[in-house]
């Protein structure tokens, strides 16, 4: 979890007296969600950019079944962040 998306949660005042961040920012909560999908979407494409660099230095099948398993998960992922799809792939 990013700092920024600890901020956006948070729901105390930052000085005695003063409103809450949610009473502040109302969206808060729902961008910090926001967030957290598009961070998780862009390290699957990290991890998939990684196991395309294996395959191509070592060219071997189970390398290569990993490497579809990676760029399946996060296309999957894309969508979902991208789209508002639900993870099952059904769109909202």
């Keep these: 979890m990013t700092d ?10 930052d000085a005695p007296g003063e409103r ?3 009473y502040r ?16 979407a862009l390290q699957l494409g990290i991890e998939m950019r990684e196991k395309q660099k294996a395959y191509f230095k070592r ?9 579809k398993k990676a760029e399946q998960d ?4 894309v969508r979902v962040a991208l789209a508002g799809e639900k993870k099952d792939g ?3």
């Design 25 to 40: 920012n109302p969206d808060g909560p729902e961008a910090a969600d926001r967030i957290e999908t598009l961070e998780a």
């Design 4 to 13: 920024l998306v600890k901020r956006l949660r948070k729901v105390e005042p």
């Design 90 to 92: 059904q769109a909202e």
């Design 59 to 67: 060219r071997f099948q189970d390398v290569l079944l990993d490497c």
């Design 20 to 22: 809450t961040r949610w």
């Design 74 to 77: 996060f296309d999957k992922a």
